[in-house]
């Protein structure tokens, strides 16, 4: 039997799409968004700050560097520019780390060339950073905004391009980019894909990226290089931004640095006081070991919704593997309204209430499971901002469109996959009257 989702007292969620003219199809009780009290800063490019951002810039406008490129366009790029005219509100506001994807194909004497270990994740500093971008010149790789949240965000904004009888859903992201090459090229890439990002450019600072070098037996080796993507702070602006927005997602990656956990705090309690819905995704066990405390401490003061997969349900409630994620499901539902868990090709559960349904995987042939739960994330939140209150409906949604990215290679969820997601689920919805 499909629950239905709780409705606390002022809290409502306001859908972006009308399904029928009698119906609002409210979620939570909450407070009218208001108009901003600080002017959205304008984003521009400025110099290198470093000579490794040179030589990007160079290999990006694809002079003197071989056959190193960086193009601003990827496979599922959006057709269209949004309007240069920002929206009033925001239906969904994502709070992240905003770090550069480089991805590549690499051989094993790559590796040993530069001493790195096959299979590991291994922050860099800036000079490493350099040295291994320069050793790839001759490679063929793909830049992109990377980034879990990011691909959540992109997806949502694709699912909610072109709805039925209504406006497009508002989507955007805050974070820190540095103002050298590679943060506009972060900045681009979004907006090209209906996600506008609002946080203004860190002066001299320089834009984190994740250089992914996958070998021929798909094992990947991952070297991050944080930059100014681990120093969120909170200000006027960002605090602005929390007044006209619906749905603040708060990457769980932020966790990991003191002084941002300090802004977290401060954007879901201006969230909450403005009637917005916190989400927090749990991101990494091992992240939540080191910063458990903080987790809870933000769970149980202001998240309305959490995306986590089984392990990370589990660490979240100090269960052991042998634990079911339905117990964690269970378990967190009584602190958390919506609770959302992946268990990968086996499902996934959505609690409310210490109560869970069971939502079985879609078919499908997988080709890279990259990407997978926050492409399901996006698929929750997208059945969210239509205000429907039916979780097996929402639930059903999140796992074909993780299925869809899943049987592709490549996180990022297509513009034509996501107009034929939204289109049978906004049918489903009207037929089944379930919204």
Known sequence: MALSLPSPTLRKLPPF?????????PLFNRTPLRPPSCPLPILSNSNFSSSSDALLYVCRCGSEAGDLRLSDFDDHESPHHLPDNLPDTWHVLGLGQ??????????DEFLDRLGLEKGTRKVVNHEERGRILRAMDGCSYKAAAGGSL???L??????GAQPIGGPSLNVAMAGSVGSDPLGGFYRSKLRRANVNFLSAPVKDGTTGTVIVLTTPDAQRTMLAYQGTSSRVNYDSCLASLMS?????????YLFEFPDTIRTIAMACEEARKCGALVAITASDVSCIERHYDDFWDIMANYADIIFANSDEARTLCHFSSKESPISATRYL?????FVSVTDGPRGSYIGVKGESVYIPPNPCVAVDTCGAGDAYASGILYGLSLGVSDSRSIGTLASKVASVVVAQQGTRLGVEDAAKLAESFVFHCQSKELC
């Open 17 to 25: 799409i009308s399904l029928s003219e009698s119906n609002s199809f």
């Open 98 to 107: 905003a770090m550069v994807d480089f991805s590549g194909m690499v051989d």
């Open 150 to 152: 990011s691909n959540t």
């Open 154 to 159: 992109v997806a949502l904004a694709r699912l």
């Open 244 to 252: 006209k927005t619906s749905i603040l997602v708060v990457e769980g």
């Open 333 to 337: 539902s009584h602190f958390v309204p």
